[in-house]
C-alpha cells in the first residue's frame, strides 16, 4: 500500500502534495514503483496535528482521487475517520476505507462502508492524534491490542460491515512507546492468530525507530522502515503500508520467500517425523 498524503504537514515527506496535479503525478509514481494499493489522506495524524473539517478533507482528496480513479489500474483507499469523506470517496471510485480510529470518532463511516459494499481497515488507537501518547499504557500489550481491535471488528459488524471486508491494523506507533511497537511488531503472529482477519502494518518512517537510528529524521528512516517491513511479513502481515515503495517491494518479496521456505520446512519435518 503506497501512501498519497495531500497535506501541507506530512511528518515523513519533503514536500507538500496539496497541489492536485502533483499529488497525482506521485500517485502515479507508487503504481510504476510496484504498489498493489494506493491510500489517500487529507488530515495529518501526527502529534500536534490541527483538525480539519469534513470540507476541507473533501475539498484536498476528492479532486486527486478523481483524477487518479481513471488512470491508476490498482484499488484506491481513502485514509479518513469521517463519515461524510468515507461516502464521497467511495462515490468517486475508492473501494477501501482506512479509520485510524478503529471507529471510535464516528461510528456513523461503518454505515457508509456498509452501504458501499467497500472494504474496512480498522486500526488500533486510543485518544485522538494529540493525547495518544498519554494513553500508551498497557499491563499486558497484545491481550490489550487484540482486545480493542476485536471491539473495532464488532462495532463493524454491528453497523453492517460483512466481516469477509475488515481488515486490522494494530497501530504501530500510535498510543503506543517505542518499546510498545517493537513489541507488537515482535508478537505480530498472536494477534493475527487471535483475530483471524487480513493485518495490515504501517511502520514507514515511524518516530518508534527513531533512538535505534541515531536520531535520524524521518525521510533518512527507509532502512529501519525495510527492517520493521520485513519482521511484519514474517510475522503474516498481509499488507504494509509505505511511502517508499518501489524499495520496499524488493523487501517483501525476499521476505514472503523466506516465509514461503519456513512454512516448506516445517511440512517437511512434519511428513518425516510422521
Known amino acids: 500500500m503506497g501512501i498519497l498524503n495531500v497535506t501541507p504537514d506530512s511528518f515523513a515527506e519533503p514536500q507538500s502534495r496539496l497541489d492536485v496535479g502533483l499529488a ?17 489522506g487529507g488530515e495529518s495524524s501526527r502529534p500536534g496535528a490541527d483538525p480539519i473539517s469534513a470540507a476541507e478533507e473533501c475539498a484536498r482528496v476528492l479532486p486527486v482521487l478523481r483524477e487518479l480513479a481513471g488512470r491508476v489500474r490498482v484499488p484506491i483507499s481513502i485514509d479518513t475517520c469521517k463519515a461524510e469523506v468515507a461516502r464521497a470517496a467511495l462515490a468517486e471510485g475508492a473501494v477501501i476505507v482506512n479509520d485510524i480510529t478503529g471507529l471510535g470518532r464516528d461510528p456513523e463511516l461503518a454505515r457508509a462502508v456498509a452501504d458501499s459494499g467497500a472494504a474496512l481497515v480498522v486500526m488500533h488507537m486510543r485518544g485522538r492524534s494529540a493525547t495518544m501518547y498519554a494513553e500508551a499504557h498497557y499491563e499486558d500489550l497484545v491481550s490489550e491490542v487484540t482486545t480493542e481491535l476485536r471491539q473495532s471488528v464488532d462495532r463493524a459488524r454491528a453497523w453492517g460491515v ?9 497501530g504501530v506507533g500510535f498510543a503506543k512507546l517505542p518499546e510498545h511497537s517493537y513489541g507488537v511488531l515482535a508478537r505480530l503472529d498472536e494477534i493475527a492468530s487471535a483475530l483471524d482477519r487480513p493485518l495490515l502494518v504501517g511502520p514507514s518512517r515511524k518516530s ?23 519482521a511484519a511479513v514474517l510475522g503474516g502481515a ?8 518501489a524499495e520496499m517491494v524488493q523487501v517483501v518479496r525476499v521476505a514472503e520467500e523466506i516465509r514461503r521456505s519456513n512454512c516448506k520446512l516445517s511440512t517437511l519435518n512434519s511428513e518425516l517425523r510422521a
Open 24 to 40: 497525482v503525478t506521485w500517485g502515479l509514481q507508487l503504481q510504476a514503483g510496484g504498489a498493489d494499493l494506493i491510500d489517500i
Open 162 to 170: 460483512e466481516r469477509d471486508r475488515v481488515i486490522v491494523d494494530p
Open 238 to 245: 498481509h499488507i504494509v503500508r509505505v511511502h517508499a515503495v
Open 208 to 230: 518508534f525507530m527513531r533512538e535505534a537510528l541515531d536520531r535520524r529524521p524521518a525521510l533518512e528512516r527507509d532502512w529501519g522502515t525495510a527492517a520493521a517491513v520485513t
